[in-house]
């Protein structure tokens, strides 16, 4: 029996999802309402940044997740093949990526991703690359 737990435990982590009882090493803490993205290293925050969220009539999806799948360069199938320079999606087609639209960081401007300024999403990117996907989390809260 202990072995199947630990077997299942592996898988887990393995694949992004969570392991119970065990806290993120990194966390990405996106607050929808100030338009932010905190980063926290072993509960300690690295980084804050401006992001751009859902824009009137799309969703920004609330809660928390393990990152699915990570790009150096992702092109949008759904939105004109725009590009979305260090992807880490965490949920479907949903990702923290960069954008050249510095200009709207800090209010609602996306179909629904989380945008950053792309030197932060490189930052991010990187920091997950290191930590590993089953060892970080990503929070999206009002």
Not at 14 to 33: F, H, I, M, T, Y
Not at 43 to 52: D, N, R
Not at 104 to 123: D, E, F, V, Y
Request: net charge positive; with cysteine.
């Amino acid at each position: 029996m202990r072995y199947v737990v630990l077997i299942l435990a592996l898988a887990a982590m393995a694949l992004g999802g969570a392991v119970p009882g065990r806290a993120a090493a990194l966390e990405a803490r996106v607050d929808v309402s100030s338009q932010t993205m905190t980063v926290l290293r072993h509960g300690q925050v690295i980084h804050t940044w401006k992001v751009s969220t859902a824009r009137k009539g799309y969703i920004t999806p609330r809660g928390s997740w393990r990152p699915t799948r990570l790009h150096r360069m992702w092109y949008s199938r759904k939105y004109d093949n725009s590009p979305m320079p260090y992807s880490v999606f965490y949920r479907g087609g949903y990702a923290i990526h960069g954008t050249g639209a510095v200009k709207q960081l800090g209010r609602p401007a996306s179909h629904g991703c989380i945008r950053l300024k792309t030197a932060n999403a490189a930052r991010f990117y990187g920091l997950v690359k290191e930590y590993g996907r089953g060892n970080t989390r990503i929070t999206v809260v009002n």
